[in-house]
């Protein structure tokens, strides 16, 4: 009998003592799965706010960028305007129109101060090239007299040269990957077909735009 109560005394204990290893193994399943996926709401968290953080200076980036093109686009204008009267088509030969040439001068020393100040708020390297190679084409003609044996050209090329700079400030306002890349025209060259960029936009189709 007493044999009996022993051997149950001893299943009940080592039953008992299943249980609480059981239940504590559990807990600590429990503990560890818990502490995993705080770990993982933490990571996705930290993630997330990196993303944010990443797409908030995009967003100000190119918002900064975007000012500094309509700025520059701005000055570019009147530029544009002066070009097409710069040939005084009433000489004989053709030269320069010494009015024209004054409002050219001022619309470039208007641009020149960008390049001072507004450019550097552009993000893309090769928008601000372009905006460079441009004030120094343009002054090449004006100022070295480059290319002065085909002046209606060398006006022409520089016109369709800052419209397709224009082009390209309106891709960073827009956020539309830059016009292909295309090299400035050679003012000192002797054929006096006029410079066009390899990729001419659709809204170019004003004969003004290409004559």
Not at 83 to 109: F, H
Not at 115 to 144: N, P, S
Not at 156 to 185: K, M, T
């Given at each position: 009998?007493?044999?009996?109560?022993?051997?149950?005394?001893?299943?009940?204990?080592?039953?008992?003592?299943?249980?609480?290893?059981?239940?504590?193994?559990?807990?600590?399943?429990?503990?560890?799965?818990?502490?995993?996926?705080?770990?993982?709401?933490?990571?996705?968290?930290?993630?997330?706010?990196?993303?944010?953080?990443?797409?908030?200076?995009?967003?100000?980036?190119?918002?900064?960028?975007s000012?500094?093109a309509?700025?520059?686009?701005?000055?570019?204008?009147?530029?544009?305007?002066?070009?097409?009267?710069?040939?005084?088509?009433?000489?004989?030969?053709?030269?320069?129109?010494?009015?024209?040439?004054?409002?050219?001068?001022?619309?470039?020393?208007?641009?020149?101060?960008?390049?001072?100040?507004?450019?550097?708020?552009?993000?893309?390297?090769?928008?601000?090239?372009?905006?460079?190679?441009?004030?120094?084409?343009?002054?090449?003609?004006?100022?070295?007299?480059?290319?002065?044996?085909?002046?209606?050209?060398?006006?022409?090329?520089?016109?369709?040269?800052?419209?397709?700079?224009?082009?390209?400030?309106?891709?960073?306002i827009?956020?539309?990957?830059?016009?292909?890349?295309?090299?400035?025209?050679?003012?000192?060259?002797?054929?006096?077909?006029?410079?066009?960029?390899?990729?001419?936009?659709g809204?170019?189709?004003?004969?003004?735009?290409?004559s």
């Amino acid at each position: 009998m007493s044999s009996s109560w022993s051997d149950l005394a001893v299943q009940a204990v080592g039953a008992l003592t299943g249980t609480i290893a059981g239940g504590a193994i559990t807990v600590l399943v429990a503990r560890w799965q818990t502490a995993k996926a705080i770990v993982a709401q933490t990571d996705l968290a930290s993630a997330q706010q990196a993303a944010d953080a990443r797409l908030a200076r995009v967003e100000r980036e190119h918002e900064r960028s975007s000012e500094a093109a309509r700025q520059l686009l701005e000055r570019l204008a009147d530029l544009h305007a002066w070009l097409p009267s710069l040939p005084d088509v009433a000489a004989e030969p053709p030269r320069l129109s010494a009015t024209a040439r004054d409002s050219c001068r001022t619309a470039m020393e208007s641009l020149r101060r960008g390049m001072h100040t507004e450019l550097f708020g552009i993000g893309q390297g090769e928008a601000r090239d372009r905006c460079r190679a441009l004030v120094k084409l343009t002054y090449d003609a004006g100022w070295r007299q480059e290319g002065q044996d085909h002046p209606t050209r060398v006006v022409r090329d520089i016109r369709n040269c800052l419209r397709y700079v224009q082009f390209s400030l309106e891709a960073v306002i827009d956020g539309r990957p830059l016009p292909s890349h295309a090299e400035p025209p050679v003012l000192e060259r002797d054929t006096p077909e006029m410079w066009l960029p390899p990729e001419i936009p659709g809204h170019w189709g004003d004969p003004a735009d290409l004559s």
